[in-house]
């Protein structure tokens, strides 16, 4: 059963669920989501033995996962809490049943919602070339900042979304942040002929031409980044500075060398054929899985409502056909502005083999590896605010 949300009190530490932070006087101890996850577990249930089985319905949403997962993310709790397996002064393992948690805790405050503010924002509407409707919004002041469409977004939504709100907000912060959905998804047309990445490029110029731009840098995610590692090919006097983040030079089908590989990459298409539609999220978990594989199952269940809400199954397999597809290694080394990338470490989704790719073709880029295994970062994880950082320093030189 999922953990009681609270404020929980124990010696110096404070395990604020609400906020998912685990703090040490004013400090903040920073542990990965699943971690924080197996803790709040344990010490909301400290009364008690909390089994095995218990942890892997909570944390992994029921999924089969191997013993040494859950033995992992118990080291790490006792590491982040000073513990370790010997002395066990915070978490006891009971042999053949589970674990409990048999700290002193003094408190257990009930805590109100936490609900970040949606960021101010105004949504417009714009034609692409051949007449389809594209939505776009902007949010914040200050200098422009671009994001080239990626897969699952509602300009509506997203504000609301966890997948995507911390996005809108932190880099709404500094800029005046520029995002739209592209054809096919979120409030942009769903009924469309042409679905290529010709046309997303195409589309990203329609965007740009409705708002004025002159010059601006551009952001990238996932396989958005294609996109504008193509459109700050063609347009080097638009693109001041260039930003990519989890991106890659060749989709799953150019780049699927083995039979392991092209197996994987037709698999992707059949979920989306089979489940997208479902109500049952088996099917979707899989992508879940790939996309934040350290997400809790709230996480989980927020990607999960994420995809079915921003585009429909059709259009899916069409997105996921064209993906397959890109390749942007001659554009990319026609880039001459100054490119960012960064990649998480262990991305599932996108191995850091491919950020690697796109440093060595894009000339004079600068990489930097996050400490992440998500390929969407998530608002808890360290990497997030690593990832902010980087890009406002790199923004204002």
Known sequence: MPAESGVWRFDDFVLDTPNYELRSGDTVVRVEPQVFDVM?????????????????????????????????RIKAARRALGDDGESQRYIRTVRGRGYRFVGTVMTAEPAAPVIAAAPPQHISFCRAGDGVRLAYATAGEGPP??????????????????????????????????????????LSDWEVGEFTFEDWVADLESVVDAIGLQSFPLLGVSQGGAVAIEYAARHPEKVSHLVLCSAYARGRGVR?????????????????????GRDDPAFRQVFAAQFLPDGS???????????????????????????????????????????????????????????EELAELIPGSRLVALASNNHLLTAAEPAWQVFCEEVRRFLAS
């Open 297 to 355: 199952r709230s996480d989980w269940a927020d990607f999960d409502q994420l995809q079915r809400r921003t585009t429909s199954p059709d259009n899916a397999v069409r997105f996921l056909t064209q993906f397959a597809g890109i390749d942007v290694r001659e554009a990319a080394q026609q880039v001459r502005c100054p490119t960012l990338i960064m990649h998480s470490r262990n991305d599932h989704r996108v191995p850091m083999r491919f950020g």
């Open 256 to 276: 699927a060398v083995s039979p392991e590989e092209q197996r994987a990459a037709e698999l992707d298409l059949d979920l989306a054929r089979v489940g997208w």
């Open 145 to 186: 900042l671009v994001r080239a469409a990626n897969w699952m977004t509602h300009l509506a939504y997203d504000i609301e979304s966890p997948v995507w709100r911390h996005w809108v907000s932190d880099l709404s912060a500094d800029h005046t942040f520029i995002r739209y959905d592209e054809r096919g998804c979120g």
């Open 40 to 72: 709040a577990q344990l010490v909301a249930n400290h009364e008690r033995v909390v089994t095995k089985e218990e942890l892997f319905d909570s944390v992994w949403g029921g999924k089969f996962v191997g013993e040494a997962a859950l033995t992992s």
